[in-house]
T-cell receptor, first 113, second 112 residues
């Protein structure tokens, strides 16, 4: 089944404790993104990647890192999480830059205390 | 502020009624897409309309696009309880290098 998977689905952590949210897609997609979703703000893009080893900042990259060492994986790293990073995070992928449809993972609900 | 903004923020209707929501955007687009999100879940792509198209249909969904007014509407006909969800428009602008920009969404509740 074609899908985007994220882990963990739920995470409660404390300020400053490094964490990684994994994202994997099995559709051989070139383009992958991370978004955060906050009430009233919709989805805001954090980082995106157009292919292996090609990543760039989205609208709200501060406090986040990403890497794209393999085509299928696009982990999101919070080196020193803060409470304002408490949010619902989504990974997404699509075939390429001009592809029509974007596929989303199920989401990771992160709480930073 | 956001590229796409949906209106209304929330909509409550009864089964069988039609639901209409609107999306306005600011800059020129290549295409506009609508997504659905069930509570706490990932977004699911519903329909895409290109900048040179005016109307598109998919099952019970009808999307219109007016580029002169920079607006789009999504109509769900004969709504069902299972249509209860949040609906987001997303625009791919001509200068965004493939980035999709999402609005804040319209929350639709369909009561039996």
């Amino acid at each position: 089944e074609a899908q985007v998977t994220q882990n963990p689905r739920y995470l409660i952590t404390v300020t400053g404790k490094k964490l990684t949210v994994t994202c994997s897609q099995n559709m051989n997609h070139e383009y992958m993104s991370w978004y955060r979703q906050d009430p009233g703000l919709g989805l805001r893009q954090i980082y995106y990647s157009m292919n292996v080893e090609v990543t760039d900042k989205g609208d709200v990259p501060e406090g986040y890192k990403v890497s794209r060492k393999e085509k299928r994986n696009f982990p999101l790293i919070l080196e020193s999480p803060s409470p304002n990073q408490t949010s619902l995070y989504f990974c997404a992928s699509r075939e390429g830059l001009a592809a029509n449809e974007q596929f989303f993972g199920p989401g990771t609900r992160l709480t930073v205390l | 502020s956001q590229q796409g903004e949906e209106d209304p923020q929330a909509l409550s209707i009864q089964e069988g009624e039609n639901a209409t929501m609107n999306c306005s955007y600011k800059t020129s687009i290549n295409n506009l897409q609508w997504y659905r999100q069930n509570s706490g879940r990932g977004l699911v792509h519903l329909i895409l309309i290109r900048s040179n198209e005016r109307e598109k249909h998919s099952g019970r969904l009808r999307v219109t696009l007016d580029t002169s007014k920079k607006s789009s509407s999504l109509l769900i006909t004969a709504s069902r309880a299972a249509d209860t969800a949040s609906y987001f428009c997303a625009t791919m602008t001509t200068d965004s290098w493939g980035k999709l920009q999402f609005g804040a969404g319209t929350q639709v509740v369909v009561t039996p």
